[in-house]
């Protein structure tokens, strides 16, 4: 099947070798995000936040 994006393939080959490859580049791009951040500012991966002005709410 041919790539659905011209002239660049996203999708991985032998992923037995990439398997961190995601997980890291999410944590590198992290990163490099925080170090423009103004300080009172902060990047974290894997984090949900919810907000609710509902009282009955179940989160």
Known sequence: MPSPFPGMDPY???PAFWSS????????IADAI???LD?????EVETRTYYSD????VL
């Open 34 to 36: 925080e170090a423009m």
């Open 12 to 14: 991985l080959e032998q």
């Open 54 to 57: 509902d009282d009955n709410s």
């Open 39 to 43: 300080p009172q500012y902060y990047v």
């Open 21 to 28: 490859f995601h997980n890291r580049l999410v944590v590198a």
